[in-house]
């Protein structure tokens, strides 16, 4: 029986983790809150209370065939900062057996592209502090001697994950740029289809742009799903407004513009479940997320 510890198990590490339980592994997982923990029990992780991968016992790590790194960033006095840098030897001392290692990072490596398309090969220069500290993570885990990929995900949409119920609200904004600034994102369903390939067919140093077929102006796709769901128009912003209402990071968020390039995604995933946000959304129209919920998966 295979085994994988997915740390920092959050949104995408409970999908990938229930699929495996179901397909056989072993899945472990990290988290600090005990509320938590009864959650991850519940979906068939074996859930694991720590607050550094450090104060993990090196008996389990000896075990361990697979690793998924979905740690947040960690806030600190001067902002957010990646803390891999600190404990990765540690891993890469007591994992004997690893043979697969992926660590979920972000688009907002590349930074803003002016709109153009960016691929794997494309140089990163992050506008946004998220983004360098993403960045730099990358780097400690390519650098750890570990078979690592790199998973840069789009922005993350699915059930209990999406703005449909911001849109019901009636209170949702965007901002609308000239000349447009393009944004992307993908359902989880599929970020899972791409991290079970990668662990059938693994290629460590790899590096994925995990993106759906169909970038698309933030204005323009909140506005088409609220025609689809029967919701109220969001209130459209001009970028002077944007700076007075937004959050500065919902703004970064919109600032950035790049149409993301996932032909590589495709060699693994040849058709995506979910193309594109208008085939995904019939998915989760009855979903119950509260109003106040995050609108997607941050983890960059």
């Not at 550094?52 to 600190?76: E, K, W």
Request: aromatic share 8%; hydrophobic share 40%.
């Amino acid at each position: 029986m295979p085994s994988i510890l997915i740390l920092g198990c959050g949104y995408c590490g409970t999908w990938l983790g229930q699929t495996l339980h179901a397909r056989g592994w072993r899945v472990f997982g990290t988290t600090r809150s005990a509320e938590r923990a009864r959650a991850l029990h519940a979906a068939g992780i074996t859930p694991l209370i720590v607050r550094d991968p450090r104060a993990l016992p090196p008996t389990l790590l000896h075990s361990i065939d697979a690793v998924l790194d979905s740690i947040p960033l960690v806030g600190t006095g001067d902002g957010i900062r990646q803390m891999q840098s600190e404990w990765l030897a540690y891993l890469a001392t007591h994992c004997h057996r690893l043979g697969w290692a992926g660590y979920l990072s972000t688009t907002s490596v590349y930074g803003d592209a002016g709109g153009d398309w960016v691929h794997e090969a494309s140089p990163c220069h992050p506008t946004s502090r998220r983004g360098q500290q993403r960045l730099l993570a990358e780097r400690a885990w390519l650098n750890s001697g570990m078979p690592v990929e790199i998973f840069r995900l789009a922005g993350i949409y699915g059930p209990k994950r999406n703005i449909l119920a911001k849109l019901r609200s009636g209170n949702y904004a965007v901002v609308r740029w000239d000349p447009p600034h393009y944004s992307n994102r993908v359902h989880i369903v599929d970020i899972v289809a791409a991290l079970c390939t990668a662990l059938e067919h693994p290629s460590p140093g790899r590096i994925l742009n995990v993106a759906d077929d169909l970038p698309l102006p933030h204005e323009q796709y909140a506005c088409e799903l609220a025609s689809y769901i029967g919701a109220p128009a969001p209130r459209i912003l001009s970028p002077q407004e944007a700076t007075k209402v937004l959050s500065r990071r919902a703004l970064a968020f919109f600032q950035d513009s790049k149409r993301i390039d996932n032909a590589r995604l495709h060699t693994l995933l040849p058709q995506l479940h979910y193309p594109t946000f208008r085939e995904g959304w019939p998915s989760l129209v009855h979903d119950s997320e509260p109003a106040g919920a995050m609108t997607k998966d941050m983890v960059g």
